[in-house]
């Protein structure tokens, strides 16, 4: 309202100016033939209208400013929630897109497989190789979809966190589910169990749990020399998720920097990268986000005694309605 | 052979897919019957489907069902499997539905479940790249019944019905009959487990109760070895202490079946 008023009296302020200089000629007293319009009167409406187009700029950058402050209108979290939301729109579209070949190829892997498994013949060993890559593949692909859109929901501005009743258990026993034959191709084990035995619920976030375990365990399959163990544990006012594997284990100069973003061991020895680097960083954020954190203990080796555990940490948190 | 004729009805747009196909054929490998909701016509998007997977599941009573998340190509098919499942869920509210899906996460995927569930429902989703091995597992876990047959490797069968361990010899079946009683009942104790969730270790308070005497722990032990000795015996094959059922850090046991017994 005040922006329209000191708007019309800028405007109207502006046309007395106008008015007084068309009628220059009849009110003033003209200094010479050809000077009429540089006599006072003039000068006095030109004045006029400049004051006129100052109260209106005024006004304007005023408005813009006042605007600019008000949370309900165009602010910058808001451009930042509209464009993450806009990847997250993009990534779903590509995710759909690239998973639509990728689910043929692991198709036709899958029929192939089976028609050499009925036909009883002799394959190439490279042809088996190439399946088993293939089918390797697929729980990478699985994980490095779900880093890149736990880092899109990562990047979008901060919001309070919501707290769901959430069995640890379940979500172990389905990340088992997921690794143990990809594991057991690769004549490695996984053993998991919970202290006590009845885990129960907690409040806490069920894809932040499973996304972080699921890298840990990712990474514990990829270097385990033969067994990788998990172990839920249920204590006082926290629970732990422990991921050992007998690997050779990570030297101390790596671990501290493990979990920085996008370091992988090759970066530090100049040699091309296995990984993205993203995994453990993703992980460890999102543990501490929920008021946890994510540590690594490691034992580089030393004949039969080498490992890598690393170890989650969160609060049971009471639930809030 | 793995347990009591199980039904599954899968409903899926891709049904004629290998990655579709893969799973219904390791479906029927374990011993299910598939039903496999085709609709005539596919010129009205997803709603043929929902048609027709209600009538299926009124009719054939399945044990459990595999649905596709999003059955067409328009926008507004995206979630018509998640309209199907509000229906399941509404009428039918002990069948278990497994989704099968590629929004296993993200904000689209957690707004589908929590408007789509009721909290006792079984439901859960499983991501299209799983592997067939990993729907089974679901699966078994979703509709829940024990199994009254698990084959361990390819030649140990545990008939659960009939308290009987027997070997696979080409086509006949020789009876274990060293175990029985608590040893029969510590190694469905152990088989059970592995059948739902490999790499489960059974914890020692479970498998104690099968022991007497006032040592259950080496009680228990003598009879793990036993029962070792004795497949191993009918196997014709030695089992070491890391083999076949394994004992982890003082904490358990766990079974590990050899995928062959060739070369024990």
Not at chain 1, 134 to 160: K, Y
Not at chain 2, 8 to 31: F, H, K, M, N
Request: aromatic share 8%.
């Amino acid at each position: 309202m005040i922006r329209i008023v000191s708007t019309v009296a800028g405007a109207v302020t502006c046309l007395v100016g106008v008015i007084l200089i068309l009628s220059t000629p009849i009110l003033g007293i003209r200094v010479s033939d050809n000077l009429w319009a540089v006599e006072p009167v003039s000068y006095i409406a030109t004045g006029i209208i400049i004051f006129g187009l100052v109260i209106i700029t005024f006004t304007y950058i005023i408005s813009g400013l006042s605007r600019r402050e008000t949370p309900e209108n165009n602010s910058g979290d808001d451009i930042l929630s509209t464009w993450a939301n806009l990847t997250q729109q993009y990534f779903e579209l590509f995710q759909h897109d690239l998973g639509r070949p990728l689910r043929r190829i692991l198709g036709k892997e899958r029929e192939v497989r089976a028609t050499i498994d009925l036909s009883n013949q002799e394959v190439y060993g490279d042809v088996l190789e190439l399946l088993d890559e293939i089918e390797g593949q697929a729980p990478n692909f699985r994980l490095m979809m779900s880093n890149v859109q736990v880092l899109i929901e990562m990047e979008t501005p901060a919001e309070d966190l919501v707290l769901e009743p959430v069995e640890p258990l379940e979500i172990v026993r389905r990340i088992v589910d997921r690794y143990t034959f990809a594991a057991s191709d690769g004549n490695k084990e996984i053993t998991w169990w919970s202290d006590p035995d009845d885990f129960g619920i907690v409040y806490c976030g069920a894809s932040a749990i499973e996304h972080i375990i699921t890298n840990v365990v990712d990474n514990a399959v990829r270097f385990a020399g033969k067994r990788i163990e998990i172990k839920l544990v249920r204590e006082g006012t926290e629970f732990s998720i422990h991921v050992w594997d007998d690997g050779l284990g990570i030297p101390e100069e790596y671990r501290n920097h493990i979990f920085d973003r996008g370091w992988t061991p090759e970066l530090a020895k100049r040699e091309e990268r296995t990984t993205s680097g993203l995994g453990m960083f993703i992980a460890k954020t999102l543990s501490q986000r929920y008021g946890g954190d994510l540590s690594i203990e490691s034992l580089v080796g030393d004949g039969v005694k080498h490992y890598t555990e690393f170890t989650l940490t969160l609060p049971i948190r009471e639930y809030v309605s | 052979m793995q347990s009591k004729t199980e039904h599954i009805l899968v409903v899926d747009d891709e049904w004629e897919s290998p990655i579709v196909g893969a799973v219904i054929r390791t479906l029927e490998q374990e011993g299910w019957r598939t039903s496999v909701i085709k609709p005539q016509f596919s010129t009205d998007g997803g709603n043929d489907f929902e048609t027709e997977t209600l009538y299926a599941i009124e009719t054939i009573r399945p044990s459990g069902v595999l649905l596709d998340v999003r059955l067409g190509e328009y926008r507004e098919d995206q979630f018509k499997g998640l309209e199907i499942l509000h229906k399941i869920v509404e009428r039918y509210p002990h069948t278990p539905v497994l989704m099968f899906t590629q929004y296993t996460q993200g904000p689209e995927r957690d707004t589908a479940v929590r408007s789509s569930l009721q909290l006792d429902s079984s439901v859960d989703f499983i991501d299209k790249l799983a592997s067939p091995q990993e729907v089974i597992l679901r699966l078994r876990r979703l509709i829940g019944r024990p199994p009254t047959y698990i084959v361990m490797g390819d030649k140990i069968i545990l008939d659960v019905d009939a308290s009987l361990v027997q070997i696979k010899h080409g086509d006949d079946l020789e009876t274990v009959n060293d175990i029985q009683g608590m040893k029969f009942e510590i190694f469905r104790e152990l088989a059970s487990t592995w059948y739902k969730s490999p790499g489960q270790l059974v914890p020692f308070s479970k498998l104690e109760r099968y022991s007497d005497g006032e040592e259950a722990r080496a009680s228990l032990r003598v009879r793990i070895r036993e029962i070792k000795i004795s497949l191993g015996n009918a196997l014709g094959v030695k089992f070491g202490a890391g083999d076949f059922i394994i004992n982890v850090r003082d904490q358990g046991y766990r079974l590990v079946p050899p995928k062959t017994f060739d070369n024990q």
